[in-house]
């Protein structure tokens, strides 16, 4: 029992270090046992789970899945040093389990990453915290027993490897670039955005500052511009790459342009506006003599694919930089398509590869039971509600209609019965860009319902019926009850 326990505590520690020194490596990377395992994790995991994780938990979902894939590693990790304790106690011999164990470590994780260098160095850790008990056992530091030695030499071995491989990781894990904003014409058009965000307390600007991120890994891919290509392939007389270098110095333009994702709740936060420098999609359909092919695979480095029709990709264009910065590595970097007006996810990160095709294909979320490439829907959010001066209430949020435009947003505040215009923010240019709106009030002084509803550029009223995101994105009005 004693020593049972002795064993469990060992090799989780050794777990823990193995981890630690792969992390010191590799940095938070797929290649890092961590993201590999929430990799695997997501494929193997079945649809209807995944949708509950995005549209149920929203970004705890994404927490949970690297939580899981942690413990989920350590535990792997521990596993072998375990089986190389119980080798070595079986040959009587205190040198062989961390020997054992490292090799273990080294060989399973390279199998599983391809990451020699990070798994040498879990491996190495892993060993060490192994070999700290049979050390320890033998300092002799008077009061303490000889158990007690083991466990502080073990522990404090695997809070060692922690302690260094912890600051080591994150210093590996890339930055995004965050420099000074130099082109005259990016810094005017921001510049613009931030003139006509509406002045209301707490809500966010034109332009988001922060830009909501969804990725069916945990993990994202690392690409070198320099390395990038974007292959088209499929049904093409000739495949041909285009490299970096070739996309940039095509004729260039910088657009607004929305996101928003088909799997947020109504009322949620996975919508977002940015600048983008881009270029258009046509001359490389052009180059590749697609006419009357039916689709496109689009392709990227995470694994990620969705298919589109040739026809609608016309409009489509590569973006490579975002807010006058190269692309951030979580939204794409160096490359990703935009799709204006279309939901989220046909907005393909770490694009790699076109593939033409004759006959059409469902794309990674399709094949999970999403309708998730089509326009997106109408939506004018209440994401903010402020106590004024003199009994005033002002609300506020972001419209959006993909490329349909927004012309006015409409506010009730007794539950739909009558209705008022709310304030809207100048539009900026762009063809697939959101709108402000605000609204003050005096309050009735009683619980009342306020209700918002967008207005679409050819007079459309948004649907009012309602519908959960799953499979074709939230529909209906936002309501909030508020307390008078
Ligand atoms: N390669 C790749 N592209 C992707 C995804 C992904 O997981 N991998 N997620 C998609 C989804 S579901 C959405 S909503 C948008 C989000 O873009 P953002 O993370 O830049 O906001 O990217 C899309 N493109
Ligand atoms: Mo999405």
Redesign the pocket.
Known sequence: MQRLRSWLLQSVAAGIAGVAGAYAVAGFMPAFITGTLAAYLARVTPGVVVTFAITVLGDLGKLLSVVGALVLSVLLFASLALLALAIGDAVRSTVLAPVVAAAAVFGVGTLLTGAPLASLVGGAAAGLVLAAAPIADRVDVGEVSPARRRTLGTIGAALAAVGIGYPLGVARTPRDENGEVTDPEVSALLREAGDKSLAVEGLEPLVSDE???????AADPTIDADDWTLSVTGAVETPFAVTYDELTSMESREVFNT?R???ESLNGT?M?NALWTVVPMTPILERAGVDDQCCVMLR?A?G?YEEFPVAALKRGLLAYRMNGRPLPR???HPVRALIPGH???I????ATEMEILDRPAEGY?EMRGWHGTGPVNTVAKLHVTNRLEGNRIQVAGHAYAGTRGISAVEVSTDGGRTWSDATLSEPLPGADVWRQWAYEYDSPGERHEVVVRAIEADGTVQSAEQAGPFPNGPSGWVRRELQG
């Open positions: 830009f909501y991120q969804v990725d069916i890994n996101l994702c088909v799997g996975k977002d990227a995470d990620f979580g939204h794409g939901w989220g996810e907005n393909v990160k770490w979320w």
